[in-house]
């Protein structure tokens, strides 16, 4: 059984840093993408940064530059780094998991990822 549990999340002042964890289970980490999306109140879920097996990685234009996506696979966790986090950051932040077995390059499209965590929550304060 796939289980994904993110951690990290919290609250900080704009400008500010946090990293997020996504420690996983129940599947082979290393033959599946990864990516981090969020939602914010009121808006759509939308995905912010992509990894696949091979660690190439894809990021949403509203983050390049200041977040990275990377991953242990020693340890089968995922980690987003979030730096110069603004208000437009504010959100509950998720992490998925691929559907397809080797699926080659790194998606941010939702409707590619079958399994999800329970979300954290991020909150940047002007």
């Known amino acids: 059984q796939v289980h994904m549990v993110e951690s990290g999340g919290g609250a900080v002042q704009a400008g500010g840093s946090l990293r997020l964890s996504c420690v996983t289970s129940?599947?082979?980490?290393?033959?599946?993408?990864m990516a981090w999306f969020r939602q914010a109140p009121g808006k759509e879920r939308e995905g912010v940064a992509g990894i696949n097996s091979d660690g190439d990685t894809k990021y949403a234009n509203s983050v390049k530059g200041r977040f990275t996506i990377s991953k242990d696979d020693g340890k089968n966790t995922l980690f987003l780094q979030m730096n110069s986090l603004t208000g437009e950051d504010t959100a509950m932040y998720y992490c998925?998991?691929?559907?397809?077995?080797?699926?080659?390059?790194?998606?941010?499209?939702?409707?590619?990822?079958?399994?999800w965590g329970q979300g954290t929550q991020v909150t940047v304060s002007l």
């Open positions: 129940g599947y082979t980490f290393t033959s599946y993408s």
């Open positions: 998925a998991r691929h559907r397809t077995w080797l699926s080659g390059k790194p998606s941010l499209v939702e409707r590619d990822f079958v399994h």
